[in-house]
């Protein structure tokens, strides 16, 4: 790692994908980077490829794709080498006969790793297997990255686990249609002193009888609770910020409190128990 580098260029990409359509889908990224100039890091929506609502699992088959080896996720390592930084992007993962709701890290050397969705929800319980994670990190540029999906958000355990592997950004690809995720990830920043980048997407898609309402106001947070940028409700914008990695390294909130050092895990035994609730 070069230890001088600590500025980071990194940014979000919110767009409407179109349900089962791969191929404009990649197109309508590219369009958007390629109004960019070379950046650090960039995160894309939730099954970008593919679209969300879906009514029968038989659609995924037309949609989904092997990882590394799909015709999508070559697609964005290519883009990855123009613009000569890293991608992170929800992926519709067909592996054997199972469906899985992911996320892909590429870079200019090609594929580097990719995240199952861990925690899902409602309807994609229908469709997608529970992902096996891990919750790991990847060092980009000097820069300790994490991925989550969407729902997974509301889990402070997932994105503390990776916090406390040293996790400087957490990039978080979404499909969100509530209003709480955008506010709670501050929430994510100050309590694990990182940065998270969620990308969502934008428009109203239907399938059938089911329809969705996508929020986007896609955003970037920081270790003292701030937006550096957020993005609108309902139009395609892609935007990058400077970010200084050391802040998320600096886990002291006052003279006397180290946000892990002062961990109790011994008081915590709950959180690892598996317990069913009923209403």
Same mark, same amino acid.
């Not at 990719?114 to 899902?120: I, P």
């Given at each position: ?8 260029? %990194? ?8 349900? &089962?359509?791969?191929?404009?889908? !990649? ?28 009514? =029968? ?7 989904? =794709? ?13 883009? *990855? ?5 890293? !991608?992170? @992007?929800?992926? @519709? ?15 200019? #050397? ?7 969705? %861990? ?14 994670? $891990?919750?790991?990190?990847?060092? /980009? ?8 999906? @969407?729902?997974?958000? /509301?889990? $402070? #355990? ?12 957490? +990039? ?8 709480? @995720? ?21 428009? !109203?898609? *239907? ?15 920081? $270790? ?6 957020? +993005?609108?409700?309902?139009? #395609?914008? !892609? ?11 600096? &886990? ?13 895990? #011994? ?6 128990? &598996? &317990?069913?609730?009923?209403?």
């Amino acid at each position: 790692m070069n230890s001088k580098r600590k500025m980071m260029k %990194v940014g979000f990409l919110q767009f409407q994908p179109i349900l &089962k359509d791969v191929e404009a889908n !990649i197109d309508s990224i590219s369009k958007l980077i390629d109004e960019t100039r070379s950046f650090d890091l960039l995160v894309i929506p939730e099954l970008a490829n593919s679209g969300y609502v879906f009514v =029968e699992k038989n659609e995924l088959a037309k949609v989904s =794709e092997e990882i590394p080896s799909g015709y999508f996720v070559e697609k964005l390592i290519e883009l *990855t080498k123009q613009k000569n930084g890293y !991608i992170v @992007c929800g992926v @519709c993962e067909k592996s054997r006969s199972k469906y899985f709701n992911s996320s892909v890290l590429v870079g200019p #050397e090609g594929f580097v790793a990719k995240y199952r969705k %861990v925690h899902l929800f409602d309807r994609e319980k229908l469709f997608f297997e529970p992902g096996d994670g $891990p919750f790991k990190l990847y060092d /980009i540029r000097g820069m300790n990255l994490g991925m989550l999906v @969407c729902w997974d958000w /509301i889990f $402070p #355990e997932a994105t503390r686990s990776l916090a406390l592997q040293g996790m400087d950004v957490l +990039a978080h690809s979404t499909n969100l249609v509530l209003s709480f @995720c955008q506010t709670a990830m501050i929430t994510r920043s100050i309590e694990n002193q990182i940065f998270t980048i969620t990308s969502n997407r934008i428009g !109203i898609e *239907t399938n059938g009888e089911f329809s969705l309402h996508f929020k986007g106001h896609s955003q970037v947070t920081t $270790p003292d609770a701030k937006r550096l940028v957020q +993005a609108s409700t309902d139009k #395609e914008e !892609i935007h990058f910020v400077e970010i200084d990695i050391k802040k998320a390294r600096n &886990k002291w909130l006052s003279d006397n409190n180290h946000i892990f050092n002062d961990r109790r895990p #011994e008081m915590y035994n709950t959180l690892i128990e &598996k &317990k069913s609730f009923k209403l």
